[in-house]
């Protein structure tokens, strides 16, 4: 029984699921997926942005003047998350502040999860690529007791060599989810702060449209 049991486990061990060489090219294909999602990230903040003290200004001006329509025109020479949202909210200032600022939380979390779209890849490798790479280490370390077993004759080398060799899935997984970890961070922090900018310019439309409900008062 015990030799039956120990052929199955070589016959297993020659499988390709139990060498521990895929999980490190499985590894480098996540990094270059990684670094792609944060390469694309990066453009699309880049090409998103725009001077929200300028456009803030620019808002005011015409929101002062009550041409509502031509603030929404303003806001539409503009594709970023700030002036998106807001957006939303002066499409409906008619309905008065109450409302605009409910359409304001809504369009907030639609324009968010735009901004936030892949952001989980990097989420996901980060936190798992070490896990990968163990599981790998772990294949290598069996594979090399099983090459001990099969020859004694030589089993302080052939331990050493495999044991080495299994340890580097789990470098390279570390190697993998550092830096994910690192753009997920950064480009997390990036969308944090255009919300920050979003709720500037969101507030100056409710401002106005708060002050526009209230009526003058008149001396007697």
């Known amino acids: 029984m015990h030799g039956v049991t120990r052929d199955l486990v070589g016959r297993l061990l020659t499988l390709p699921l139990f060498q521990s060489e895929w999980v490190v090219w499985t590894l480098l294909g996540l990094s270059v997926i990684t670094l792609g999602v944060a390469v694309e990230r990066l453009w699309f903040y880049q090409t998103h942005r725009i001077d929200v003290l300028r456009v803030r200004s620019g808002l005011e001006k015409h929101l002062g003047s009550g041409d509502y329509a031509a603030a929404a025109q303003y806001l539409r020479s503009f594709d970023a998350l700030e002036t998106n949202v807001v957006l939303h909210g002066l499409r409906d200032s008619a309905n008065g502040p109450d409302a605009v600022e ?15 779209a892949r952001l989980n890849v990097l989420a996901t490798v980060g936190s798992n690529a070490p896990f990968i790479g163990l599981f790998g280490t772990v294949l290598g370390i069996i594979r090399a007791f099983h090459d001990l077993s099969a020859d004694m004759a030589n089993a302080s080398s052939a331990v050493m060599a495999g044991i080495s060799e299994a340890l580097v899935a789990t470098a390279v997984g570390l190697v993998v989810a550092i830096p994910a970890v690192i753009a997920f961070n950064a480009l997390r922090g990036i969308v944090d702060g255009r919300v920050q900018d979003t709720e500037l310019l969101a507030r100056t439309l409710l401002a106005f449209l708060k002050g526009a409900e209230l009526e003058p008062v008149r001396s007697e």
């Open 102 to 116: 409910d359409l304001l939380a809504g369009a907030l979390s639609y324009e968010r999860k735009r901004y936030e």
